[in-house]
Each structure stands twice: as C-alpha cells, then as structure tokens.
C-alpha cells in the first residue's frame, strides 16, 4: 500500500465511526500519559508545541486547558472538525490538516517540542514521519511519541475483541519497538534517544485513586517492566 491509500485507509478507519474511546475527557488515566510524557519531554510553558495526530483533541484539550501553547496535526479534516466542536471556541487551537511527512513550509523550525501521544503506530513510513518532524522542529528542539508497547500481548486482545478496531488500522503496534523506532529516528538526524515504559492498569482501574496507588507499586517491579503497556521514546535534534 502506498503513502495516499495509506493515509485514505486511515482517514475512513477513524471517520467511520465515532470512536468514543477518542472522545475528550478529563480523567487521571489521561493526565498519567500527558504528565509522563511532558516530564520526559521537558516542556516549558513559554514553548510552543505542535501535537501530531491530535484527532478529536483528547490531549489536546487538555494541553490548553493547562496553558501550554499547543498546535495540533492531523490528515482527517473530519477529526479536526470534531475537535473544534468539543473546545467550543475556548481555546482556538490552531489546526493544521497536513501529513507530518509533508509538513507545511509555512511550519518549518517553528517548534520546541513535537509531540505524539498513541499517534506513531498508525503512520505509513516512520523513516519519512521523523524527517518530517525535524523540519518543523527548531535547533534543540525535542521528539516525544507515547506509544503502546509491543510486546504486551493485551493490546492485541484489545484489537481483536474491540468493536471497530482492525489489524489494518492499529497492526503498527507491533512496530513499536526500540530498533525500528530508533532507526527511523537516526536516519533523521535525531540524536540523545530514550525509551522508559510505565503504567500497569487499565482506565477502569486507573481512574480511581486506589488503583493508581497499587499501579505505582507493581510498575516499579523489574519482574514484568519490559512488559509494561506504555512506552515513551524520546530524541532530539542537535
């Protein structure tokens, strides 16, 4: 399949339904992912920050609401029409409907951080998305995506079991690991490269205050650390 069928498969993979699980909430299970990953990314609050794949605006909501400069990326008109439904005019996020592969001249070195949160696994060419990212980035700037991670057979059940969710649209889960990402990354001149995995729980459980306390017990636990559902990979561009 080629870059466009890629991008066209996608756009009707989460268009053709709506996709609750994408839906803004403000829930501590979102919050986990969006402190890990602004801690580990370092973000200040005078920098500006471009999320790719922002789809209905789950993070990205909440991004603004904290008071970040935020920007959002993505290739569904559809999503980000959704987005702007769900802000409702408190925020006017600037949008951008655009590949990261191809990123608008008009965007270049205009980042400090690029941000993706669950958004790598769907891309068509990560070689191609990174060297995308690096053009938008300015000198020093960072690369962060959040990522489910591979080897954690769950997230395999999920897509078989979840109603709407297909190998064809969430199978680059399995390229989540650290040798292809890293490579990708590499070839496009990213350098200081990471990857730290958390969590343990599911939302149902850790959304509330007593699963979050066991979940920062057995996370620390080196037994199952590799297995952990949720990866950070992080690099930056010299």
Known sequence: MNFLEHN??????????????????????????????????????????????????????????????????????GLLDRLRGFDGGRHTIPLHCADIAEPPED????????????ALHHVHDMAACFAGIRRVLRPGGRVLFLEPNAYNPLFYIQVAVTPGMTWEGDGGIARMRRRPVFQAM???GFAKLSLVRFGFFPPFLANRRWGRRIESVLERLPLWRPLLPFQIFRGERP
């Open 186 to 188: 590499e070839a496009a």
């Open 107 to 118: 965007l270049r070195e205009r980042f400090d951080v690029a941000l993706g949160l669950f």
């Open 8 to 77: 066209r498969e996608q756009i009707g993979y989460f268009e053709r339904s709506k996709r609750t699980a994408m839906v803004p909430v403000d829930s501590p299970y979102l919050n986990r992912h969006l402190d890990e990953a602004l801690q580990r990314a370092g973000v200040r609050a005078d920098e500006r920050v471009l999320e790719i794949g922002c789809g209905m605006g789950r993070y990205t909501l909440l991004l603004a609401h904290r008071g970040y400069k935020v920007e959002g990326m993505d290739i569904s008109a």
